[in-house]
Structure formats: structure tokens, C-alpha cells
């Protein structure tokens, strides 16, 4: 039985390790279309990006493992009838597949050498090159990459502009009020923020704002997003949701018995939350590759998390368990702490700086626990006490 994991990113190296922890000792190949050894991307706009550390490399012996690993090679389509990955280095066939493409960050029109993504290693070295005391820099997307960026840009002893086009900061991810609440934290680093700013166009030397605005930039950081990178399966019949992701069942399989997607590339449906969620975080990566290693061994794993998340910001370490719905009841757990609920049942969880708080709510919401909200809304009394 080969199993071909195509996505050399945390997704793909931690089914690939779960697989052999789960006893599979047949051949299994992981295809990376970056010519690196595998890494890890949350330090790359932390640690990596401030200079702290030279790399973010998985300190996993692939050769020890039975791991084959083919970087810098690229699957560009696939035949799922004849089982086979047409890639830029030859045919490859496989007995199992797993999708693990993550996501590609979105872009803007004709940027020049000055514009930087950060979503790979390549990313973060060349940005962190160019960042340096005095640096002017503009930030486009005040969400989560664009929020880290600017903290290690000012930690840096850049000028640092943020232009973000929605209302606050973080919109789309969170609640207006909590992004409403993280303006300060700009202020207090240094970092100006210009929110219900478009960005027109972006040349060498300055970002052009749509009402006329023009801001001068030595660097420009574009963090305004990533979509599925799913490009290559285009015409394969690998069920694809109205996003781009890969539609996975709710045992991550994709369409075919054979098949299964994970991570940032794929949808799942969500009995717990009552629709299909798309997680681009960490943790999803980690614990979907666990599930597909079991369901690819003979398991009937159903995948259905509580999605957990982390940024760190501006000195604050902001983390969220569950999925908010604004609409869900909301409780307030003194100043850093605010937890949904429906039904009396504990459904998300944000932090800041509260990882005890964290802790026991994304517990609390694993096990459905029925919560006192005049418990939980009191610091003072543990957040697992509040659960009946
Ligand atoms: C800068 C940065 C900081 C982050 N910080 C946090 C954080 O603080 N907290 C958090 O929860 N999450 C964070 N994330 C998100 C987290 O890193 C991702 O959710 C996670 O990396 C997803 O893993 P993945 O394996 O699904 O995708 P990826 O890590 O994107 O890996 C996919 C790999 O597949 C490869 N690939 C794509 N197409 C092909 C192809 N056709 N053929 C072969 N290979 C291909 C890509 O080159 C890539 O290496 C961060 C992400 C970034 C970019």
C-alpha cells in the first residue's frame, strides 16, 4: 500500500509521522513543492522574521522514519481514476492520497520589489533583510499576519504604517469590539493604523491609498489573506466547496475512498458546530493529520474539533477556542477573557494573556458542558468551576 502525501507543510509531515506512529510500514512518499527541508510556519512572522532564530526546520529525522521525502517538486494535476500525480519531475502513482496543499496568500496587482509576502521561509528571510532601524514600512491588512508583522517591524526600530480596509482591525476574524480593543495596541508600540483605508496601488518608494492618500514605503508587507492552493486538481473531480477548498467528508476523505485532505487546503463539515468550517490555523494541521493517519490505517475517525488558534502580538499572546458567532450569547470574564454561549452550552472562548482561561474553556467546550454564566462571568472563581 503507498501512501503519497502531496504538501510538505505541517499538515503533510505530521500525517506522514502519524502514519508510522499509527504502525503503517509500507512506502510513503511526502511531495514538497519548496526545495526546504519541511518547517513550521508560525515562527516565520515571529522568532524567524525578528532575527531570533536562523529557521523554523521540523526537527524530524525523515530518513530514520522510512520517510521519502521529494522536494521541490510540484503536482500539477491528477488523475484520481488511474491514481497517478502528473508532477513537474514525472508521473507518480500512489494506493492512498492525502491533499495537503495549504494555502497560497492573496496578492495585489503589480507589486514591485519592494512588496513582500509572508508565507514562506523564502518570505520571512528576504522581508527580514530588508527590515532595519528607520525602515519605512507598510503593513496592507491589519489581520493576523499583518498584526505580528508590525509588532516585529517596530520590535525592529521600523517606521511602521498599517492601511487596513475594513472599520478595525482584525475584521472578518473577530468581533468588531475585541479588534476595536487591539488600536491601543498599535498606539502603545509606535505603529500608526490607518483602519477604512483601501490601498489603490502599490509602487517603488510609496503605497497609494483610493481617497488620494500616498504613504511613503522603503518595504511593504502584503498580509491580506490566503486561499486554498488547489489549483492543481482542477478537472480531477476532487469535490472543491465554493471557496476553493477540497470538501472533505467528515472523516477528511475527499470524494474517493482513497483520498483524504487536510489542513488550510480543505473543508470538513462540523456536527459540533452545524456547518462546514475551513481552519486556517496550526492545530488544525495537527490534529486533522492524526485522523487521516487513522482513517487511512482502517479507522472511522470522524473529525469534528474544537478549533483553536493563537497570535501573538504586541506583547499580548491572544488566543481562541471554538467558533464565535456573534450572535451566540456573550459573556464577559473580566477585562481579557470573553466566552459565547448557546443553549447554556460554552461554544468559544478568546483570551488575552489568559491561557489558564484558554485552557479550561476549550475543555469545557471539548466535554459540551453546561455552564453557570454567573460563574464563568467571575474571574475570580476558575472557569472550570463554572461547568454543571
Ligand atoms: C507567517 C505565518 C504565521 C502563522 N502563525 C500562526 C499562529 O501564530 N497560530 C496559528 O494557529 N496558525 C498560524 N499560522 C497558520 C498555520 O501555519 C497554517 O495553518 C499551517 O501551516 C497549515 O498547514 P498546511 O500543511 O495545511 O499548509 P502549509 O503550511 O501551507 O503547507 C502546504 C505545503 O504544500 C506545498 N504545496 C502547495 N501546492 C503544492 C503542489 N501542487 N505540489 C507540491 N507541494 C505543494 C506548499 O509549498 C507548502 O509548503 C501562520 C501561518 C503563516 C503563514
Redesign the pocket.
Same mark, same amino acid.
Given at each position: 500500500m503507498a501512501v503519497v502525501i502531496?504538501?510538505?507543510?505541517? #499538515?503533510?509531515?505530521?500525517t506522514a509521522v502519524a502514519l508510522r506512529e499509527q504502525g503503517y510500514t509500507g512506502s510513503l512518499t511526502l511531495?514538497?513543492?519548496?526545495p526546504h527541508p519541511?518547517y513550521?510556519?508560525?515562527?516565520?512572522?515571529?522568532d524567524v522574521l525578528l532575527g531570533r532564530a536562523e529557521h523554523s526546520r521540523f526537527e524530524i529525522d525523515f530518513d530514520e522514519l522510512g520517510i521519502g521525502l521529494a522536494l521541490g517538486?510540484? #503536482?500539477?494535476s491528477l488523475d484520481a481514476e488511474a491514481r497517478t500525480i502528473r508532477?513537474d519531475a514525472g508521473d507518480l502513482g500512489y494506493e492512498h492520497l492525502v491533499l #495537503?496543499?495549504?494555502?497560497?496568500?492573496i496578492t495585489l496587482p503589480g507589486l514591485p520589489a519592494s512588496a513582500f509576502l509572508?508565507?514562506?521561509q523564502d518570505?520571512?528571510l528576504a522581508l527580514r533583510a530588508a527590515l532595519r532601524p528607520g525602515t519605512r514600512v507598510v503593513v496592507v491588512g491589519a489581520g493576523?499576519?499583518g498584526a505580528?508583522a508590525a509588532t516585529v517591524a517596530r520590535q525592529l526600530g521600523c517606521e511602521v504604517t498599517v492601511v487596513e480596509a475594513a472599520g478595525s482591525p482584525l475584521a472578518g476574524a473577530l468581533p468588531t469590539e475585541f479588534g476595536e480593543r487591539t488600536r491601543a495596541w498599535y498606539a502603545a508600540a509606535g505603529a500608526r493604523l490607518l483602519t477604512a483605508s483601501a490601498v489603490g496601488g502599490v509602487t517603488t518608494g510609496s503605497v497609494q491609498l483610493t481617497d488620494g492618500r500616498e504613504l511613503p514605503a522603503d518595504v511593504v508587507v502584503v498580509g491580506i489573506g490566503?486561499r486554498p492552493?488547489n489549483a492543481?486538481l482542477a478537472g480531477s473531480g476532487i469535490p472543491l466547496d465554493d471557496r476553493g477548498a477540497v470538501r472533505a467528508d467528515a472523516r477528511l476523505r475527499a470524494g474517493r475512498d482513497e483520498v483524504f485532505a *487536510?489542513?488550510?487546503?480543505?473543508s470538513f463539515p462540523s456536527a459540533r458546530y452545524g456547518r462546514r468550517l475551513a *481552519?486556517?490555523?496550526?492545530?488544525?494541521?495537527l490534529q486533522g493529520a492524526r485522523v487521516v493517519a487513522a482513517n487511512i490505517l482502517g479507522g472511522e475517525l470522524v473529525y469534528d474539533p474544537v478549533p483553536?488558534?493563537?497570535?501573538?502580538q504586541f506583547d499580548h499572546m491572544v488566543q481562541v477556542a471554538g467558533v464565535i458567532d456573534p450572535a451566540a450569547e456573550q459573556v464577559a470574564r473580566g477585562e481579557d477573557t470573553v466566552l459565547w454561549l448557546r443553549k447554556g452550552r460554552l461554544e468559544a472562548v478568546l483570551t488575552v494573556d489568559k491561557p489558564r482561561d484558554l485552557a479550561q474553556g476549550r475543555k469545557l467546550i471539548d466535554a459540551g458542558a453546561l455552564i453557570d454564566p454567573t460563574k464563568a462571568a467571575d474571574p475570580g472563581i476558575q472557569l472550570k468551576a463554572a461547568g454543571v
Open positions: 502531496v504538501g510538505a507543510g505541517m #499538515a503533510g509531515v505530521q511531495l514538497g513543492a519548496e519541511p513550521d510556519r508560525p515562527p516565520l512572522s515571529k517538486r510540484r #503536482a500539477l508532477t #495537503a496543499t495549504g494555502a497560497a496568500p509572508l508565507r514562506t518570505d520571512a493576523w499576519i505580528e490566503a492552493d492543481w *487536510v489542513g488550510d487546503c480543505a *481552519v486556517h490555523h496550526w492545530d488544525n494541521a483553536y488558534f493563537w497570535s501573538e
